[in-house]
């Protein structure tokens, strides 16, 4: 679910990280299913990138 929404932004994995203030080894472990994106966290990136784009910054 995280890699959809990163899509979205059009961003590699490293830059939404940085984008987001996610150390990039946590972005990557929930990417690959290592670990799992507590649902707070999804979707309170989801809120951000929707804010973003609907601003028309990403």
């Known amino acids: 679910m995280c890699v959809k929404v990163r899509e979205q932004t059009n961003m590699n994995r490293k830059e939404f990280a940085e984008w987001l203030g996610i150390p990039y ?3 990557q472990d929930w990417e ?3 670990s799992e994106v ?3 966290v999804l979707n309170l990136i989801a809120y ?3 804010n973003e784009k609907e601003k ?3």
């Open 25 to 27: 080894r946590t972005m």
């Open 32 to 34: 690959r299913g290592v």
């Open 38 to 40: 507590p649902d707070y």
């Open 48 to 50: 951000k990138v929707k």
């Open 56 to 58: 028309g910054n990403i």
